[in-house]
């Protein structure tokens, strides 16, 4: 994409530009990441906030080249391996299913990964990043192949690299490769009882 996310965007009410500039792009360069540089993504999800501060979130990570990259690359659905084979680094994204401290149920471990998660899609996006997050993605053999833990679910997976344009995308995708807009405000958010018809 070259043309700028205010052509596609505009917030209703005042907010800071990094919440609505950040999108997900399918287009990647292909170029590798620096190590540090992954790492900070980490690093801006361990700051979000959790239930108990249990930070229920665990991720497992594969950067291209590397000998596992192939491995998470298969766990993606190939509709999601056309383009993703194309990011930086691929990130599965866990959430512990109990808490820690008393191994009862942890009824937010998906909500607090979602926190972090949404971390990460904002510090990559300061650095010059993109992130997509994916849901089409074997969640079973992900389970299985990476060595899950029962108490542990599979959230998701992340793609992250350096974004390119469009135009390197199969044609297909092109059409799609540019900033979503949102429900309004007022289509989601409501003072009181939930609204009848």
Known sequence: ????????RTPGFPVDYQ?????SPRAFTGEAIREDQLMSLFEAARWAPSCFNEQPWRFLYAQRDSSDWQLFL???M???????ENSSALIVVLSKKSFSHNGKPNGTHSFDCGAAWQNI??????????THGMAGIHYQRIADELNVP???????????????????LEESLREREKPSDRKAVTETCFAGRFPED
């Open 74 to 76: 298969d766990l993606l």
């Open 1 to 8: 994409m070259t043309e700028p996310v205010e052509i596609y």
């Open 19 to 23: 919440f609505w500039q950040r999108w």
């Open 78 to 84: 190939e509709g999601n391996q056309a383009w993703a």
């Open 121 to 130: 899609a904002l510090q990559a996006a300061l650095m010059g990043l993109a």
């Open 150 to 168: 029962d108490d542990f679910n599979v959230e998701m997976m992340i793609a992250v690299g350096v974004p390119a344009s469009a135009d390197t």
